[in-house]
């Protein structure tokens, strides 16, 4: 950065911090309020306008600080985020009361991902929120969600067909092919189930808007990290604010073209797409173009989570190779050698659904999530005052040794039906819970099913360099603002064969479910 450029982001820097201390000031109406929020363990000493930050910002630190509190401080605690008074919180007694008490979600911290993720479902709040979220739910009914199926499969062989060619190569970062497929993925599901349905859609201009995704999710990532950024006019002076902006354009135009494209042919018979869904409330005046832009803008970026997550899996997968065996066998068992993936075939595939969620469990792509608290409230360890907000720790919770035994291995099985008995239904929490849970949940764990079964029935994955061992995964594991590996989601791939005839021998009786256990999902 040039000494014009540093010292415009001192400057930003400044007027950041002055906005947020005003706006800190009003938050706390009266001493009792500060009084109760001082007497939750915390920091001795907050800077002015940084707040603790110093103490937590660390480059690929940001989580083991994090994590770190909860020794010094235990399971509540507060700090001036900047400005900002955050309680945070990890019992999940405390999760259910401020979790259903609770639906707002902090402008100034969701403000940022919003450019990104656009306004829609995950940032607004409100009335408009839950209008949103009554049109939006059927959506994601099971039956429209069967039709979406055929779709995970055909983008999973074509995903499995671009990584052929890593067959017996090198290791490499797994991420951008799963991020691309998950797009490319809700590009049919969100805009129209058949391709040639929509005119607007040519291949060029669908991998321009692929690309352009792709693009305008790392920006974000560098820009939620370098607070000066967060300021727009200081951002749009920078070559990523100019690259962000040329992304932005191209994926507003380009589902501006999709949606008008729709409206002059409504004649053709509804789809089930987002779209689709979507224009049906527009029919009941409910939604604008803009707000199903928003929509659709929110919809697809968050398919960055299950690209993170699938990464997550191969990563574990390479890692614990009698796991990797196990659901081979599984799916071979379930879905045969090859193809048959259907919605009933899908939900057959109840080790690999445990293998998902005890990846999620581990490493839980939205880390911790924030939640405006409006009046008073007597949590375990003490009052939470209005006017903070509280930040819902889900990856310490889901460490949490108290709450899981062994909470440091990968174990799948902590996920059969028997094993989840009394545990508390908020100790795990990877698409949160209650009215703000994940709209998507159902769709996310359908593809990444179809998507994981369908490679490992192809390849092998094995360990490489910088994810060769659990303790290399957890050093690298930290959060930009999802959780990630920020030197790569790193494996290598070999020819099935290998651990196909393993899995073969692995169908025996052991395999073959317990008709006497019903396996019900535990969350
Ligand atoms: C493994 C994949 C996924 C995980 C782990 C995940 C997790 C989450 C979590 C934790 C939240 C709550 C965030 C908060 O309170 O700030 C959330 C919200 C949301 N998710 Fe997901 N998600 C996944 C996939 C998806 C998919 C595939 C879609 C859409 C097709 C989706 C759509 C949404 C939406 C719209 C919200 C906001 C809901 C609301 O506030 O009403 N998610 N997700």
């Given at each position: ?308 997550i699938?990464?997550f899996v191969?990563?574990m997968l390479?890692l614990h190779p009698q796991v990797q065996q196990r659901v081979?066998a599984e ?18 595939l109840k080790f690999l659904e445990r293998v998902l969620k005890e990846t999620m469990r581990l490493y ?40 899981w035994e062994h909470?440091?291995r990968f174990d799948p099985d902590r996920f059969l039906p028997?094993r989840c ?7 795990y ?20 099913k179809?998507?994981l ?58 395999m ?7 396996e019900?999902p535990c969350?």
């Open positions: 950065m040039g000494p014009a450029l540093s010292c415009l982001a001192a400057v930003a820097v400044f007027l950041l911090l002055v906005r947020f201390a005003a706006f800190a000031a009003r938050r706390f109406a009266g001493r009792r309020r500060r009084a109760a929020f001082n007497a939750l363990p915390g920091f001795g000493v907050s800077l002015p306008l940084v707040g603790d930050l110093p103490h937590l910002v660390a480059p690929g630190r940001l989580l083991a600080n994090g994590l770190a509190m909860f020794a010094r401080f235990g399971p509540t605690w507060r700090l001036w985020l900047g400005p900002l008074p955050v309680v945070v919180l990890s019992r999940p007694e405390d999760y259910e009361v401020v979790m259903g008490k609770f639906i707002g979600k902090p402008r100034h911290l969701y403000g940022t991902v919003e450019t990104f993720f656009g306004t829609g479902l995950a940032t607004l709040n409100g009335s408009v929120w839950r209008g949103h979220r009554k049109h939006l739910t059927p959506a994601f009914h099971f039956r429209i969600l069967e039709q979406y199926v055929g779709v995970f499969e055909r983008k999973a062989v074509a995903l499995a067909d671009r990584l052929q060619a890593r067959v017996n190569g090198d290791g490499f970062n797994v991420f951008p092919p799963f991020a691309f497929a998950t797009n490319d993925t809700i590009f049919e599901t969100a805009f129209g189930l058949d391709e040639s349905a929509n005119r607007a859609v040519d291949p060029e201009r669908r991998q321009a808007f692929v690309n352009a995704m792709e693009d305008a999710f790392l920006v974000m990532q560098t820009r939620v990290l370098k607070p000066w950024l967060l300021l727009d006019w200081v951002f749009n002076l920078t070559d990523d604010g100019r690259r962000f902006k040329e992304a932005d354009r191209m994926i507003d135009e380009f589902a501006g073209r999709v949606i008008l494209d729709k409206k002059q042919h409504r004649d053709r018979a509804a789809g089930n797409s987002f779209l689709d869904l979507m224009m049906k409330a527009d029919d009941d005046q409910v939604l604008s173009d803009a707000e199903i832009r928003g929509e659709l803008r929110t919809f697809i970026s968050v398919q960055q989570t299950s690209a993170t699938m990464s191969m990563v390479a081979v799916a071979v068992e379930e879905l045969g050698a090859e193809g048959g993936v259907s919605f009933s075939s899908l939900t057959g839980p792509v939205l880390p911790v999530f924030a939640r405006d608290v409006t009046e008073d409230v007597v949590l375990t360890d003490g009052t939470v005052p209005a006017g903070c907000c509280v930040a819902v720790a889900a990856v310490y919770t889901h460490r949490d040794p108290a709450l909470a440091g028997e008995a009394g545990r508390h239904p908020y100790s929490l990877p698409f949160s819970a209650g009215p703000r849970n994940c709209i998507g949940q159902k769709y996310a764990m359908l593809q990444m179809a998507v079964a369908t490679l490992l029935r192809r390849f092998e994955v094995a360990p490489a360099k910088g994810c060769a061992t659990m303790a290399e995964v957890e050093a690298q594991t930290d959060v930009n603002i999802f959780l990630t590996l920020p030197k790569g989601f790193n494996i290598r791939l070999l020819p099935v064969q290998s651990v196909y005839d393993d899995a073969v021998i692995m169908l025996s009786p052991p073959k479910r317990n008709p006497r256990v019903r019900e969350q």
